[in-house]
Every structure is written in structure tokens, then in C-alpha cells.
């Protein structure tokens, strides 16, 4: 299989502190890649690197055929690389619809068009309402997206996302802050669009990990210290005392 | 609430479109220029407004563009009469480059400003369009500090007079629209949702895709273009032109009527410079009136100290009407208005 993202050999240091440590990392087309590790600097890091402009030390991130390294946040979503934020990013002025139209424009070329009224543009309602309808928001479109529950901005983010058609979706926490109900239906969105899409899930939530993941990463200190499909991560003596054991214990 | 708003607004519109004829008819033709003032400054607030409250970029500078606009009527007046280059008098031409001057102008200092935030944004607008007051104050030949007394004005041909208020009433109504009419197209096609989705969440903005700054720096060189018509029409209306128009209070101003009128809606600055020009007639004679009838001592003086109300009442917009005055038509009251 094609890889669509490949990391090597990352190394981020602030100070003294090593937030990204020789990491590795590859996500193939069509696989979801989780990425898990106990709390520390180590994957937010890792999503600056990625989507924002966090340049690293040295290594190199390769997404698409291109180095993405110092290019500007904007050009990155035009490559395909869509995020959803860990702390909820939307427009919060503008209805469910709007936001999502918004991110449907983004990718229709500029947007240097003065005249034509969009909010009844059918080039950018109808993708913006088919977005809407995978995550399950279609009947809230025009509720203004600051009155939308958590939940429920949750899933706008993650139609913003769908909407500029990436060839990879970045999910940063998709279920944080999320009670139990919210999150089994986050789960459900997930995995009907598993299988179409490629799919980075940075989660604290194991059991969405873990029913939704391919492949996951271990995260310690900014290093990977397993790679492997859910059954071998769960079986892995190290990740188990690094991490796992953490989450025995506390139950 | 909404009809009422509408009705509202519809009502100040066409008292505008009557005032010449009411002025004449009861025999008060300062009227029609005390009018034309307040349209002129319509359409400069309109300008802002694009860039403060629809782009949330607070320019504290926008008295320059106005004092372009007016200067390209002043310099065409000098070289008209003073070198006998008539064609520098040109209506159309006047006007034509009182829309392109400021908006390149715009341009290369949004270049240059936008690429800061917040305090700074205001701060370096702030400081080119003092740089560019002080230009023209170095400027001898169009008259520096004292400014320049047009002895004639644009020339429109037959079309229309200059000279005539009320021909030059109904252009700045009739550019009111227009402005009015492209602005409300403008905010609400695929530029104006960048526009203003980059006012709500510029860091969305740019995950989804857009290079904000582009979409920005464009609306500031529109919004400079547009507030150069104002200058232009203004030089005509006080058949003067100074530097003391480009000062930065009159930058202060035009943000006090956007936010006074309601930030962010279409005819939200309309009313607010009308209702601060009124207030800047009205009130001094009203504390005047108001002193006689209490019987109070020097009341003639009294009237001059009219920014003592005005300023509380300011105040008073911001912390309990914060949708100016088209947000109190819309029921808007209180902190988030």
C-alpha cells in the first residue's frame, strides 16, 4: 500500500525539553493510524509539526509527494491534509451551514468572487449539506454553531474537515471533553468513513482507539516505543508498563 | 422587531432623499449642505465599517484616504487655475482617481499594517496616516498648513454643478446607494464570507485553506477606495481642502459613527453619521436651550462644552447597546448587542 504520510526520523526540542525524539512514523492509504501515549508535550508536538507552524530540529515530514516543513498552514489543506482541532474550532458566529460552506470554498478555487450571493450558491450548499449529513448534523444546519452542543460541534469540526476533501484527515482528540453517548456516536461516524479515507487519530480515549484503529502508534516522551496492529500493542510488554499498566492501575 | 428595523431604516433613507426639497420649500438652505456633510460621511463610515466591522481590523487611519480623496480635488483645482490646465478639473477624472489613489495607497500601507494584530494594527495605521498628514503639511505649493480655497470645483460638464448643493446633494446620495447597494452584494458573496469568517476565526480560516491575508489586504485597499469618493465629495461641499481632514481625530471619528451606528451592518454607519453629525449640531444647542430654561448664568458658553454629554453618551452606546444604533432597532440591548 501507498504511504500517504511518512515521518522520519522527527526531532523537536525546546530547550532542554525533547518533545519529538528521532520519531518514525508512516500512515498508509486507507489505514487508520492512531496515535497513543500517556499525557506530556509529545503529540501536540507532533500535530504542530504537522498542521501548524511548529518547524522541527531535524527530519523530515513527507505528505503527498512533498516535504512539508516551513509550508504556510493554508497550502498544507490545499494538499489535502484536512485537521479537526483538539479544542473545538469553529466559527462560532456563523450557522452550522456557513461554517462548513466556508470550508467547501476554500478548495473551489480563489475566492476573490464579489458579486454572486453564496449562502444560495448550490455549488456550496449542497456539498456543505452532504457534509453535514455524514456526520449526522443535517437538521441542525442553521443553528448558529455557538448554540450547538459540545458534542455536536464536534461532529461540525469533523464535516469542516470533510469538506475540503482530504486525502488525509488529522484528528486531534475527536472525543475530547465528550460524555459516553457522544462518543460511541463519534465512534459510529468514524467508522462509516474508515476504509475511504486515511485517517491520523491522535485519542486519549482507548476504547475508540482500539475499535477504530489499523495500526497504532505508542507515543513516550516524544518516541515511538511500539508500532503495531491493536492485538500486538495490547500484548506489548512495554507498552503495557508505560502506558496500559498507568490505566490498570488507575482502574 | 425586524419590520421595524427595516421600516426604520427605509424612513431615514427617503427623509434623506427629501431633504433638499423640504429645505428650500421652508427657505433653510444650509440644510441641504448640513445634510451633505452627513452623507459624506456616510460613505467614509461605510468604507470603515468594511474593514472594522465586517473584517474586524481596526484602522485608525482612515482620515488619511478621506484627505486623499479630497487633495486629488484640490491639487486638479490648483494646476487648473494656476497653470491653466483645465482639463485638472475634470469631474469624472477627479473622481476616477479620488477612487484609485487611496485604494493603492490602502493598499501598500494594508500590505504593510496587516501583517500585525491587534494593538499594533492600530497602531501602525495610526502612524502612516500621520506620516502622510505631515506630507501634505510639507507640501507648500498646495497650500500646507493653510490648506487650499477652491475657486472652482470638479467640473461635470452639463451633466451637473458643483456649485449647485443641491446637484451636489443628490450625487452623494446618489454614490450613497451605489456604495451601499456594491457593499451589501460584496459582504454577502464567497469574498465576504472570507472576509468575515477570518474576523471570527482566522486560524480556521487557514486549516480549511485560505491564505486570509490576501482576502484582507484586498477589502482594506476597497475600503480605502470607497473612502476616497467621501474625500472627494467633501472637498466639493466645503469648496476647501486642508490637511486638517487627514488629522487622526477624524480617523477617531469615523470609528466613534461605525461603532455609534452598529459595527458589521450594511446600514449600521449610515445612521451612525448621521446621528453623530446631528448630535455635533444639536446637542450644544439643545444644553443651551436647556440651560435658559434652568436659568442658568453664561448659557452662550455652555453649548460649546456639548462633548461633556456626548461622550458619556458614548460611553453609554458601548456598555448597554453594543449593536449601535441598528442593534437597538433589532431589540438588541446590553454587553453581547
Known sequence: MAEVLTITDLVKQFGGLTATDHLSLSVDEGEVHAVIGPDGPGKTTLIGQLTEDITPNSGSIRFAGQDLTGMPVHRRSMLGLARSFQITNVLADFSARANVALAVQAHQGHSFRFWRKAASDPRLVDPAMRCLATVGLEDRAEVSASNLSHGEQRQLELAMALATQPSMLLLDEPMAGMGPEDSARMVEILKRLKGDLTILLVEHDMDAVFALADRITVLVYGRAIATGAPDAIRNDPDVRTAYLGEEAEDA | ?337
Open chain 2, 1 to 337: 422587531m425586524a419590520s421595524f428595523r427595516y421600516g426604520f431604516i427605509l424612513l431615514v433613507m427617503l427623509a434623506l432623499a427629501a431633504v433638499p426639497t423640504v429645505a428650500i420649500a421652508i427657505d433653510e438652505p444650509f440644510y441641504v449642505s448640513l445634510f451633505t456633510r452627513m452623507l459624506v460621511m456616510a460613505i467614509a463610515a461605510c468604507s470603515l465599517n468594511l474593514v472594522l466591522g465586517y473584517g474586524g481590523m481596526v484602522s485608525f487611519g482612515h482620515a488619511a484616504y478621506l484627505g486623499l480623496g479630497a487633495y486629488v480635488v484640490g491639487i486638479g483645482f490648483y494646476h487648473a487655475s494656476n497653470d491653466g490646465m483645465e482639463w485638472a478639473l475634470n469631474g469624472w477624472m477627479h473622481l476616477a482617481l479620488a477612487i484609485t489613489i487611496p485604494g493603492l495607497v490602502a493598499l501598500l500601507i494594508g500590505a504593510i499594517s496587516l501583517r500585525t494584530r491587534g494593538v499594533y494594527f492600530i497602531m501602525i495605521t495610526l502612524a502612516f496616516s500621520q506620516m502622510l498628514y505631515y506630507f501634505f503639511i510639507g507640501l507648500e505649493r498646495y497650500g500646507g498648513d493653510d490648506g487650499l480655497s477652491l475657486w472652482f470645483l470638479s467640473d461635470f460638464g452639463g451633466v451637473m454643478d458643483m456649485n449647485d448643493d443641491v446637484d451636489l446633494y443628490y450625487l452623494s446620495y446618489g454614490l450613497l446607494l451605489v456604495i451601499l447597494f456594491l457593499l451589501y452584494r460584496l459582504v454577502n458573496s464567497r469574498f465576504g464570507m472570507v472576509l468575515k469568517g477570518a474576523k471570527s476565526n482566522e486560524r480556521r480560516l487557514m486549516a480549511v485553506g485560505f491564505p486570509t491575508y490576501r482576502y484582507r489586504l484586498v477589502a482594506f485597499g476597497i475600503s480605502g477606495a470607497i473612502c476616497g469618493i467621501a474625500g472627494f465629495l467633501m472637498a466639493n461641499q466645503s469648496e476647501f481642502v486642508s490637511t486638517a481632514e487627514m488629522h487622526w481625530v477624524h480617523s477617531g471619528d469615523l470609528i466613534v459613527m461605525v461603532v455609534l451606528g452598529g459595527m458589521g451592518t450594511l446600514f449600521g454607519p449610515v445612521l451612525g453619521a448621521v446621528g453623530f453629525l446631528m448630535l455635533e449640531q444639536y446637542l450644544p444647542e439643545l444644553i443651551r436651550g436647556g440651560c435658559e430654561v434652568i436659568g442658568g448664568n453664561n448659557c452662550g458658553i455652555a453649548g460649546e462644552y456639548w462633548k461633556i454629554v456626548f461622550g458619556p453618551l458614548l460611553i453609554m452606546v458601548v456598555l448597554f447597546a453594543r449593536g449601535g444604533i441598528d442593534g437597538l432597532l433589532q431589540g438588541k440591548v446590553g454587553r453581547n448587542g
